[in-house]
């Protein structure tokens, strides 16, 4: 009888360090997942606008807002579907808002990808550029400071999460 015992402790035991091990590399593919889908757009959203080199690297091919400053550009890149700025957006237009306070003007201009109905997505871009506008307003830039434009083409380059953008240059 004894060894029946055993048997089934050696079972126990066994389950047991399975359901540890399964456990672990859950968390462990977890913790993966969640550092990868928001570690870059956060860094380049969180840092100083003079530590932001001046040519950042392509945007990541994911589906989350990020904001980079590219040759003195600010690029505001949204989610589909979506019209909400990244964080950080302030902390990327430093320079910008600088200069319109110091008189000169800001360009916005809205871009969108390809893909789904082409009346939708121009209102959506436009929506995208009203809520960088906003948000410069609220950071005590003058409306008189800023130019809405729509660009020539306004289906931007590239793949579809680049194509999703706003972008903010200082005019003169």
Do not use: W
Not at 52 to 63: E, G, L, M, Q, T
């Amino acid at each position: 009888m004894s060894s029946q015992d055993n048997e089934v402790e050696y079972r126990v035991v066994a389950v047991l360090l399975v359901a540890v091990i399964v456990l672990v590399t859950g968390f462990a593919v977890g913790l993966g997942v969640h550092k990868s889908r928001g570690g870059a757009a956060k860094t380049v959203a969180a840092a100083p606008a003079a530590a932001v080199p001046a040519a950042v690297a392509a945007v990541a091919s994911s589906d989350d807002a990020s904001v980079v400053v590219e040759n003195g550009v600010v690029k505001f890149y949204f989610a589909s579907g979506k019209a909400d700025l990244a964080s950080g957006a302030l902390v990327a237009l430093g320079d910008a808002i600088a200069a319109a306070k110091a008189g000169k003007r800001l360009v916005l201009s809205g871009f969108h990808d390809a893909t789904g109905d082409p009346a939708f997505n121009a209102e959506l871009a436009k929506k995208r550029a009203l809520a960088v506008r906003d948000a410069l307003v609220g950071a005590g830039v003058a409306e008189t400071s800023m130019e809405l434009k729509k660009p020539e083409q306004t289906t931007g380059t590239g793949n579809d999460a680049e194509a999703r953008r706003v972008e903010v240059m200082i005019a003169g």
